[in-house]
């Protein structure tokens, strides 16, 4: 995918917008899967699942994110093997938005650590999210518990 042809998968979590580069994202499911638990993970982590038969750590992203409340966490994104063996629970996904419908802008004061971007949008703005950094901080909390 060429940047002309760059593409955002826009979720929510606990009524907020966020979004994944969409060539980051292998696939987005409906239910739940079966987890298993990881010993001595930290708490934004549910469990581990088979995905394809590849081991993947699943996060409750909301959690890792420090927001406070409750998720519902009805929608599970798993990401390219390449980024990482992880998935993220959110709440609902809003839609797939190509990058000429979005304004990218760039934050002065960014929402959180992780945030790369914001994208305005029609029905209002998404962060778009470090996935890089996000990972990198990720693999650092599970190093640490162990």
């Known amino acids: 995918m060429t940047q002309h042809n760059r593409k955002f998968l826009v979720f929510s979590i606990q009524g907020s917008l966020f979004a994944l580069d969409l060539s980051q994202v292998s696939e987005v499911g409906d239910k739940r899967p079966q987890l298993w638990p990881i ?3 930290p708490a934004c982590y549910r469990g581990a699942m088979n995905y394809h038969g590849d081991i993947v750590a ?3 992203l909301a959690n890792f994110l420090g927001m406070c409340g409750h998720s519902r966490c009805e929608k599970i994104i798993i990401l390219h093997q390449d980024v990482a063996s992880l998935a993220f629970l959110i709440d609902t996904v809003v839609r797939i938005i ?10 002065s004061t960014p929402e959180s650590e992780f945030t790369a971007a914001k994208l305005g949008l029609i029905d209002g703005e998404a962060i778009l999210l470090d996935l890089g950094l996000l990972v990198q901080k990720a693999e650092i909390g599970m190093h640490k518990n162990q």
């Not at 190509?98 to 934050?107: R, T």
């Open 58 to 60: 699943v996060m409750d």
């Open 39 to 41: 010993p001595l993970a």
């Open 98 to 107: 190509p990058e000429e419908d979005a304004s990218i802008s760039l934050c």
